[in-house]
């Protein structure tokens, strides 16, 4: 059973005004980056040099870069792109408004749920696919099999994303970053190809 305690609107509207968040989550991206940096170019052993490419996402946060690297030897110049805790694959709102709208929404009612997609600006048809790829293509990812697993007691998975919220206790701006980075290794687009619906 859903707790409403959990389920209010308020800690998901103070964590999308949370500067100290935001700011905290594009120092976490940089990190994913120059750690992919570290690696080199995996086919080639090339070096990756930053080659950041804009990305605003829809609704905010005011972020408009999305860091990503490139290899600098000739032939190759394969793109990589790692993990974020900003964005999530090709989504046009930022990863974090997916995981928190998309857990919200469970146990508001139609008229909530419906002002708060106003408030946000995502239709309806926009959150109805979210729901759609949380319960799906997420449930059914390789990702999530393997992953699932470290959650004791088991996630139910009829209220995903809002049961991993719940059990990362997101109302902490630490515990929402460390759902995050958990997230992370699916955010990149060679990641996403497998999962998109
Ligand atoms: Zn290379």
Redesign the pocket.
């Given at each position: 059973m859903v707790s409403n305690h959990f389920v209010g609107e308020s800690w998901c509207r103070n964590h999308l005004a949370d500067q100290k968040l935001l700011q905290l989550a594009e120092k976490i991206d940089t990190d994913l980056t120059e750690e992919a940096r570290s690696k080199?170019?995996?086919?080639?052993?090339?070096t990756?040099h930053r080659s950041d490419y804009e990305r605003k996402p829809r609704g905010g946060p005011q972020w408009d870069i999305r860091f990503s690297l490139c290899?600098?030897?000739e032939?190759?110049?394969?793109r990589h792109t790692p993990p974020s805790v900003r964005f999530m694959g090709r989504r046009v709102y930022a990863g974090l408004v997916v995981v928190l709208v998309s857990a919200m929404v469970h146990g508001l009612t139609p008229e909530r749920v419906r002002a708060l997609r106003e408030t946000l600006g995502i239709d309806r048809r926009t959150l109805a696919r979210w729901r759609q790829w949380w319960l799906g293509t997420f449930l059914e990812s390789a990702f999530w099999r393997e992953a699932r697993a470290r959650f004791m007691p088991p996630l139910c998975p009829k209220t995903v994303p809002l049961s991993l919220c719940q059990s990362f206790a997101v109302e902490r701006r630490d515990r929402l970053l460390d759902l995050l980075k958990f997230l992370a290794p699916i955010t990149t687009p060679s990641a996403w190809k497998e999962l998109v619906m």
């Amino acid at each position: 059973m859903v707790s409403n305690h959990f389920v209010g609107e308020s800690w998901c509207r103070n964590h999308l005004a949370d500067q100290k968040l935001l700011q905290l989550a594009e120092k976490i991206d940089t990190d994913l980056t120059e750690e992919a940096r570290s690696k080199g170019c995996l086919p080639c052993g090339g070096t990756l040099h930053r080659s950041d490419y804009e990305r605003k996402p829809r609704g905010g946060p005011q972020w408009d870069i999305r860091f990503s690297l490139c290899c600098s030897k000739e032939g190759c110049r394969k793109r990589h792109t790692p993990p974020s805790v900003r964005f999530m694959g090709r989504r046009v709102y930022a990863g974090l408004v997916v995981v928190l709208v998309s857990a919200m929404v469970h146990g508001l009612t139609p008229e909530r749920v419906r002002a708060l997609r106003e408030t946000l600006g995502i239709d309806r048809r926009t959150l109805a696919r979210w729901r759609q790829w949380w319960l799906g293509t997420f449930l059914e990812s390789a990702f999530w099999r393997e992953a699932r697993a470290r959650f004791m007691p088991p996630l139910c998975p009829k209220t995903v994303p809002l049961s991993l919220c719940q059990s990362f206790a997101v109302e902490r701006r630490d515990r929402l970053l460390d759902l995050l980075k958990f997230l992370a290794p699916i955010t990149t687009p060679s990641a996403w190809k497998e999962l998109v619906m």
